[in-house]
């Protein structure tokens, strides 16, 4: 991924769909930085219930890019303000249809 972003390009994912490396660096900010700021603080206690789950910190992480992902769409392409609502409730429905911790393999494997 380093090269990827040091030459800002596009890469392809396991699922053989296309990424932007920069995007995906950054959303895994905000959501460090939500964490770290503990604003809102259901996304650490989402965090605490995932692991729980048994899912590793890697998985977490994109598991709460995803409603992370939808706000931010949802405010830039729809032009709203965020909504913390929505927001949580996204946060409340995770796992969704992820796969179960035991399915999944470790990161880099």
Do not use: C
């Not at 090269?3 to 905000?30: C, I, K």
């Not at 995932?50 to 709460?64: E, K, P, R, S, T």
Request: charged share 25%.
């Amino acid at each position: 991924m380093a090269e990827a972003l040091e030459r800002h390009e596009e890469m392809t994912g396991a699922d053989g769909e296309p990424f932007n490396p920069t995007l995906h660096v950054t959303l895994h900010q905000v959501t460090a930085n939500q964490i770290l700021a503990d604003d809102p603080p259901e996304t650490w206690q989402t965090v605490q219930r995932l692991a729980g789950l048994g899912y590793d910190w890697h998985n977490v992480m994109h598991l709460i890019m995803g409603p992370v992902t939808e706000a931010v769409w949802n405010a830039l392409a729809e032009k709203r303000s965020f909504d913390r609502a929505d927001y949580l409730r996204r946060l409340a429905e995770l796992p969704g249809d992820w796969p179960a911790p035991e399915e999944l393999s470790p990161p880099g494997s």
